[in-house]
């Protein structure tokens, strides 16, 4: 099956913001309870350790991403990390949240931020979790070219792929939706109303969640991604699939670290 370039509900300027963040809240929720990206920990503090950087530039983060159950096992390291939410639509009361619950470990960026070009005052490893697909090739290339020319390490973690598997367990995001949002808070009559009464959160997330697949990309395709970008052979790439017992549909990963004579 080939990709498509399809748009997500979330990724339209129109799109209201409360159902947005509805939505996010709810895959922030996902993220926590199943732990889908336990497996590649490991990946990213070698990434860590390789670029000798202890501060994490999260793009594109959603309802605030895995960082709550990530932190806790980076930090079996003993080392420090630093972690800073940004997104082009920032969900601010979620990333307040979490940088609340890790007090001096998280922070987050008010103002909106375009991970084709990151301010340069963002420095730290850039991590994207569950959101690269959201974008073309064109804007793929852009996202690796800009950490590739600031110098940069990068690193991509999908969860979704265009395989029959991964759409069968999209099928049940309704339900889903449902049994899980009674643990998300705050527990808001807005939450309530367009879940339960007007489900228009399950409908949306399940309509994103089937087209996310559609617009992940294989292994072969980030490869040709980053051999297109200027300047990508001056870094260490591992691209590839990480598969655990607990996560067995596995984590598409593509993780970029500046060679040492071309770290900035």
Same mark, same amino acid.
Request: with cysteine.
């Given at each position: ?31 926590? +309870? ?5 497996? +590649? ?26 960082? &709550? ?5 980076? &930090? ?84 979704? &792929? ?42 949306? +997330? ?40 607990? &996560? ?17």
């Amino acid at each position: 099956m080939r990709r498509l370039q399809l748009i997500e509900l979330e990724d339209l300027a129109w799109f209201p913001a409360i159902l947005r963040d509805l939505a996010t809240d709810y895959l922030q929720m996902m993220l926590h +309870v199943s732990n889908p990206y336990a497996p +590649v920990a490991s990946r990213l503090r070698n990434a860590l350790e390789a670029s000798g950087e202890h501060r994490i530039i999260d793009l594109a983060s959603g309802g605030s991403g895995p960082w &709550a159950r990530m932190l806790p096992l980076l &930090a079996v390291t003993g080392a420090p990390v630093h972690v800073t939410l940004t997104d082009r639509y920032p969900n601010i009361n979620a990333f307040a949240n979490l940088a609340h619950h890790f007090r001096g470990n998280v922070t987050f960026a008010s103002a909106p931020v375009d991970a084709r070009r990151v301010p340069h005052e963002l420095v730290g490893l850039r991590t994207i979790f569950s959101a690269f697909h959201h974008f073309s090739p064109e804007d793929g290339r852009a996202i690796i070219g800009d950490a590739v020319a600031q110098a940069r390490p990068i690193a991509i973690f999908e969860a979704t &792929a265009r395989t029959p598997a991964v759409f069968l367990a999209m099928l049940t995001t309704p339900l889903l939706v449902w049994l899980l949002t009674p643990l998300i808070r705050p527990l808001t009559p807005a939450r309530l109303l367009f879940t339960y009464l007007v489900p228009l959160v399950p409908a949306i +997330v399940l309509f994103d969640g089937v087209v996310s697949c559609l617009r992940s990309y294989t292994i072969d395709e980030l490869r040709s991604l980053v051999e297109q970008v200027p300047g990508a052979e001056d870094y260490q790439w591992t691209i590839g699939v990480e598969r655990a017992a607990s &996560a067995p549909l596995g984590i598409t990963y593509c993780v970029g670290v500046p060679r040492p004579a071309h770290v900035g």
